[in-house]
């Protein structure tokens, strides 16, 4: 199985701030690369597939980077309404394992 | 649009069976793979599995094999997630999602979501 290793497992930051998280694969997964962000209580969303595609309604604040083993999420000039947690997830082969996330808290 | 519903929560106690589904509709059923993700209580997200409905192939996590079965019903484009014998590992909510992809497995994504069914087993 393809492992997925994100990094910091949390953080905290303010409002405009500039914020990055970082997954790394276990071996070449190419730049099938998804992000997904989870609201408390609510089912995750997937926010960038293909390492770096948004999807249609994500706001441009939000950019995804990588191929191969190392990929970024990056969230310039953070809005109350980024705060969750973010996962990573590989879809090069089956399983499409998820890295452990990353929360997002208020500083 | 795209519409996964999934089945109300549950309370059961160990040893007991369960079944959970996940209703889709917008969409060529048959020609999508559809999963299942676990997530237990304050944790993160885990793959269990997919099904391709049209032929039923199903993959899972090798951490997961043998623990569920996930099947499908063509005729009502619903798909199931079921256990034989609960325990209380499994206590966990867990959700449904379909894969972008059609048939192919690669560099696709989990684009539509359920809205999730919680599983409790509480002796």
């Known amino acids: 199985d393809i492992q997925m290793t994100q990094s910091p497992s949390s953080l905290s930051a303010s409002v405009g701030d500039r914020v990055t998280i970082t997954c790394r694969a276990s071996?070449?997964?190419?730049?099938?690369l998804n992000w997904y962000q989870q609201k408390p209580g609510k089912a995750p969303k997937v926010m960038i597939y293909?390492?770096?595609t948004l999807l249609s309604g994500v706001p441009s604040r939000f950019s995804g980077s990588g191929f191969g083993t190392d990929f970024t999420l990056t969230i310039t000039s953070l809005q109350p309404e980024d705060f969750a947690t973010y996962y990573c997830?590989?879809?090069?082969?089956?399983?499409?394992?998820f890295g452990q996330g990353t929360k997002v808290e208020i500083k | 649009e795209v519409h996964l519903v999934q089945s109300e929560a549950e309370v059961k106690k160990p040893g007991e069976s369960l079944k959970i589904s996940c209703k889709c509709s917008?969409?060529?059923?048959?020609?999508?793979?559809v999963g299942w993700v676990r997530q237990m209580p304050g944790k993160g997200l885990e793959w269990v599995g997919i099904?391709?409905?049209?032929?039923?192939?199903?993959i899972y996590s090798p951490s997961l094999q043998g623990q569920v079965t996930i099947s499908a019903d063509k005729s009502i484009s619903t798909v199931y997630l079921q256990w034989s014998s609960l325990k209380a590992s499994d206590a966990a909510m867990y959700y449904c999602?379909?894969?972008?992809?059609?048939?192919?497995?690669?560099?696709?994504?989990?684009?539509?979501w359920g809205q999730g069914t919680l599983v409790t087993v509480s002796s």
């Open positions: 997830q590989q879809s090069y082969s089956t399983p499409h394992l």
């Open positions: 917008g969409y060529t059923f048959i020609h999508y793979w």
């Open positions: 099904i391709y409905p049209d032929d039923s192939k199903t």
């Open positions: 071996q070449s997964i190419t730049r099938s």
């Open positions: 999602a379909r894969l972008d992809g059609g048939q192919q497995l690669v560099g696709d994504c989990f684009d539509s």
């Open positions: 293909s390492a770096s």
